[in-house]
């Protein structure tokens, strides 16, 4: 059995710094949290690093190799938000059973229109037929098929396209409250993208349990922040809306050298991209809506919406640092940026086993050289990854 002990690190547990204490680890799971050191145990020396648990990236569009990027820079769960589940189910299993991986969890198809979003963005992705409900009558057969697949929540999307440039079916109220209405019947949270806030108060009033994005048309109102913290959890994904908005730091980002050594050439080309295809001014709605939430108690959840090749201005690993940095400029302290991509999330989603280092939880773990719960830039210094315990490849050049 895998055993050893990190030593020297100070230790961010998911809700608070406890300062440098000892963490052993044996097999899959954490032993202990500042307790006796075992003799004869492999040290694990972290002086002048932090130990945070395994990041989790709760909005992204995911594949193998994405996992794979993920888990360099010290992702260990991503929430796929859509995926064709001909891919996903055998994916899910081969990253359940890999050390090399993300782990993954997904809605399988997420409820839209024919033609809806986010058709117009996968063209050339080879994806089959969709399946949709176009009367309320065909949601309880819409949502038996998801669970079937596997999915481990529903997601609907509401969306007319012109933050995007285009125009797009949007999907029906009624089809959103009814999908509400039967997940939770079924024991299945439901989530919406939903952009605007026309949208966001629609799908609120339906009983969505979480928004997969935050809305940024135009400034927020009052009252829907009051809807929303009555118990919905936000995943705002600043990074995407800077690209929409051309307000992205993808390129500065690339260059950095603690990501370019990570990603190949097409994938650094993706994130110095942007979709520019709303106004620069509409980045300053969603900074304002997320302070406004904050200030409001909502659960906030890092997501970065990172997809596939031609999905400008993300990549998979390296934007959710990113996405950190953006809630802290929102208003979130560096503390609260890192509880938004550990403890939070695996709360929201019901993952009691992660998103905390505590004894008897999995030992997914990253080693951060420098202080992130002060300097929030720090966690791009990804030192060593541990996916159930198991250290996780890194490589130092691509």
Known sequence: MNRFVITGARVFDGEDLLGVVDVEVAGE??????????EGVELVDGTGATLVPGLIDAHTHTDAESLRHALRFGITTEFDMLSIPERMIPLRRTAAESSDLADVRSPSIGLTPADGHPHQLRKGEGDPAWPTATRVEEIPAFVEARIVEGADYLKVLVEDGHLFGSSLPSLAPELVAATVREGHARGKMVLAHAMTVETANQVVDAGVDGLTHLFFDRP???ELIEKIAAGTFVIPTLTVIASITGAGAGAELAEDPRVHSKLAPAWLENLSGAMATSPRENFDHALEALAALHRAGVDVLAGTDAAHLGAPGTAHGASLHDELRLLVLAGLTPTEALR????????????????RIKPGLRADLVLIAGDPTTAIGDTLSVQRVWRGGTPAPMPTAI
């Open 29 to 38: 799971r954490i032993a202990s949290v500042a307790g006796r050191r075992p």
């Open 220 to 222: 927020h109102t009052g």
């Open 340 to 355: 938004a991509a550990t403890s939070v999330p695996a709360r929201r989603f019901g993952l009691d086993d992660r998103g």
